[in-house]
C-alpha cells in the first residue's frame, strides 16, 4: 500500500511562516492527484485546505487559505509541499495529505482520496 509522510509541522507565531511537506516512499507519485486537509480541535474532521493535480498545472483552495497558502509539487523529489504565509490562530490544526492514483484533476472531496498520511500539527501561537 502506498505510503505518505507528513512533515514541518511546528510551533509558529500569527503572521509566521512553514512549508509542510508530503513525500511518497518506495514509489512514484506523479500519477496521483494530492490534497491537504485539516483537523483543529473541535473542528470538522478533515477540512479541505487545498489539492493539486497530478502534473502540478491544476490547484484548488479553500477560500479560508487563498492567497496566503500555496500548494506545488516536485515530482522528481516525489514531495508535494504546502507553503503557508501570514498564519493565524485559526489555521492551528493537524495537517494531513491524501492522495488518489489516475485522477487528471484536482479533488477537494474528502471521500475521493484513498490513501491518508498520519498528520503534522501545525500551531499558531503568540
Known amino acids: 500500500q502506498p505510503q505518505f509522510v507528513e512533515s514541518g509541522g511546528g510551533l509558529v507565531q500569527p503572521g509566521g511562516s512553514l512549508r509542510l511537506s508530503c513525500a511518497a516512499s518506495g514509489f512514484e507519485m506523479d500519477v496521483y492527484a494530492i490534497g491537504w486537509f485539516r483537523q483543529a480541535s473541535g473542528k470538522e474532521r478533515n477540512e479541505f485546505v487545498a489539492?493539486?493535480?497530478?502534473?502540478?498545472?491544476?490547484?484548488y483552495y479553500a477560500d479560508s487559505v487563498k492567497g496566503r497558502f500555496t500548494i506545488s509539487r516536485d515530482n522528481a523529489k516525489n514531495t508535494v509541499y504546502l507553503q503557508m504565509i501570514s498564519l493565524k490562530p485559526e489555521d492551528t490544526a493537524v495537517y494531513y495529505c491524501a492522495a488518489r492514483a489516475g485522477a487528471a484533476a484536482y479533488l477537494i472531496q474528502k471521500g475521493e482520496y484513498d490513501y491518508w498520511g498520519q498528520g503534522t500539527q501545525v500551531t499558531v501561537s503568540s
Open positions: 489539492a493539486i493535480n497530478w502534473s502540478g498545472g491544476m490547484t
